[in-house]
């Protein structure tokens, strides 16, 4: 392995990175699953909107829910990643992976508006725009990355570019400290990628 | 009736400090990082003493926590939104390092 060239060595790891991504691909959610998954978020949806809990109200809304369920399921649910059965993976999801993201971004909340606070009073701001890189493909886990990046303390994502299946956000940064890109994503990331990289691929 | 009050007063207390980042910074994207953080954090705390504050049913209350998390979940996008049409429509941020501008020419 050490005699290939530097050229080569680039080649195969482009050609493993493509491997992965098909065989993530292939280990989607079947199609009942997805339609499973949708029935249930457009049902608990359907009750909070709705606030009565009759049997008339109940019946409409799960057959409603169905129909829409069953021509609908790709949109919301077409990202998650496929582990394990779908009653462990609705236990996991509603009891502790969302309680921990909002764990997490209540403290990230917090934290970033006593910083704007802090760069309004002082003004002690040293702004740029970077460029960073996620191992996150799917558009869904994307979306959430940068959602959560621009609720972080200092952050704030521009524009999102997809190269040679890496995906590449670009984020203005208030203070910056290094422009190395896996230094910077680290910091800039933190434990937000790691949670999502459970879920969406 | 402590815990209601105090969170509507940081609310208050963040979204002045929000305005005060709006008049204070230097270009739109800094701006920007103001009105959208401390909308997001002032919204949700005045939201959520809001909830716990009025005599209304239980499912009412829902109601509103959800609309904190559209809140949560659709600021950060209108701001995303502002700052790429900002920077395509040729506006020039006060940087150090503008890499954005430097890949798409």
């Known amino acids: 392995m050490s005699r290939v060239t530097f050229y080569l060595r680039e080649r195969i790891e482009e050609i493993k990175s493509r491997y992965e991504l098909e065989r993530q691909e292939s280990k989607k959610l079947p199609k009942e699953e997805k339609m499973i998954l949708t029935w249930i978020i457009i049902l608990i949806f359907w009750f909070i909107v709705s606030g009565e809990f009759y049997w008339q109200n109940m019946l409409v809304g799960g057959i409603v829910a169905l129909i829409i369920s069953s021509f609908m399921?790709?949109?919301?649910?077409?990202?998650?990643?496929?582990?394990g059965s779908l009653v462990r993976k609705i236990l996991f999801l509603s009891f502790i992976q969302i309680p921990q993201y909002i764990f997490i971004m209540i403290f990230q909340v917090v934290e970033s508006n006593?910083?704007?606070a802090k760069h309004a009073i002082f003004l002690d701001i040293d702004p740029g725009i970077i460029r960073i890189e996620t191992d996150l493909r799917s558009e869904t886990g994307t979306t959430l990355l940068s959602n959560s990046i621009t609720l972080t303390p200092g952050t704030l994502t521009i524009d999102v570019s997809k190269k040679l299946d890496?995906?590449?956000?670009?984020?203005?940064?208030?203070?910056?400290?290094?422009?190395n890109m896996k230094k910077a994503g680290d910091e800039i990331k933190g434990d937000v990628e790691r949670w999502l990289k459970k879920i969406f691929w | 009736m402590i815990i209601e009050y105090t969170l509507l007063a940081i609310g208050l207390s963040i979204m002045i400090f929000g305005m005060l980042g709006v008049l204070r910074f230097p270009d739109v994207f800094s701006r920007l990082h103001a009105s959208t953080k401390c909308d997001t954090g002032g919204a949700m705390s005045i939201l959520?003493?809001?909830?716990?504050?009025?005599?209304?049913?239980?499912?009412?209350?829902?109601?509103?926590l959800i609309l904190t998390f559209f809140i949560v979940m659709l600021n950060p996008m209108i701001s995303h939104a502002i700052a790429r049409g900002a920077h395509k429509a040729g506006v020039k941020p006060e940087v150090e390092v503008d890499m954005y501008a430097r890949d798409n020419p």
């Open chain 1, 114 to 116: 006593f910083r704007v």
């Open chain 1, 166 to 179: 890496k995906t590449y956000l670009y984020v203005h940064w208030i203070d910056v400290k290094t422009l």
């Open chain 2, 48 to 64: 959520i003493a809001t909830a716990l504050l009025i005599d209304t049913p239980f499912m009412i209350k829902v109601k509103i």
């Open chain 1, 73 to 83: 399921y790709e949109n919301l649910t077409d990202d998650l990643r496929c582990r």
